[in-house]
Each structure stands twice: as structure tokens, then as C-alpha cells.
């Protein structure tokens, strides 16, 4: 089974910005379309970004798209989410997982929190 683990949440004022990481174990990783998710207080996890095994071909949520930059580092089983021009709705627990999940063997991670204060 593939263990994921987020990091890079924090608390950042509205404008800031923060990177994730999320480091995959196994050997499969390289083979799969990757993706970030986030899941808000009372709210249903949602799409936020996703990227191409290869990496050459990325998406986003349209609420996002200009601000966050999803890339990865096959060699480092990780991919990252660099999050700019942080808003208050952009709070949430932010997840990665392949894209689409869910695929066989990938359990979701603990995700990572991130906060964003006016």
C-alpha cells in the first residue's frame, strides 16, 4: 500500500504564501497522475490541483487557478503545491492522493492544515 504524508501547512496572513510537500512511499508513484485535495470545516474534500505522471500537463480548480502551482519530483516520490496570494477561503486541511482517487493500495494521509487570517 502507498503511505502518503503532507507537510508544509501553517497559519499565513491573507496574501502570504506556503509550499506543501507531500512524500509518497513504493514504487508506483512515478506511474500515477497526482493530485491535491482539501477538505474545509463542514464542507465536502474537493479537487484543488492535479498533475500528469510525467508532469508535463497540470489542472486546477478554477477557484485557484493564477495563485497555486502543483509540480512534482519523480526521483523524490513528492509533489508539491505552491500556494500564493493566499484568501481566508482557502483554509482547509489539504490532502494529496492520485488523481482521480481513489486507486488501489493509495490510503489517504493525514493531511496538512492550512490557515489563513485576514
Known amino acids: 500500500q502507498v503511505q502518503l504524508v503532507e507537510s508544509g501547512g501553517g497559519l499565513v496572513q491573507a496574501g502570504g504564501s506556503l509550499r506543501l510537500s507531500c512524500a509518497a512511499s513504493g514504487r508506483t508513484f512515478s506511474s500515477y497522475a497526482m493530485g491535491w485535495f482539501r477538505q474545509a470545516p463542514g464542507k465536502e474534500r474537493e479537487f484543488v490541483a492535479a498533475i500528469s505522471w510525467s508532469g508535463g500537463s497540470t489542472y486546477y480548480a478554477d477557484s485557484v487557478k493564477g495563485r497555486f502551482t502543483i509540480s512534482r519530483d519523480n526521483a523524490k516520490n513528492t509533489v508539491y503545491l505552491q500556494m500564493n496570494s493566499l484568501k481566508p477561503e482557502d483554509t482547509a486541511v489539504y490532502y494529496c492522493?492520485?488523481?482521480?482517487?481513489?486507486?488501489?493500495?493509495?490510503?489517504w494521509g493525514q493531511g496538512t492544515q492550512v490557515t489563513v487570517s485576514l
Open positions: 492522493n492520485a488523481a482521480p482517487p481513489p486507486a488501489t493500495g493509495w490510503a
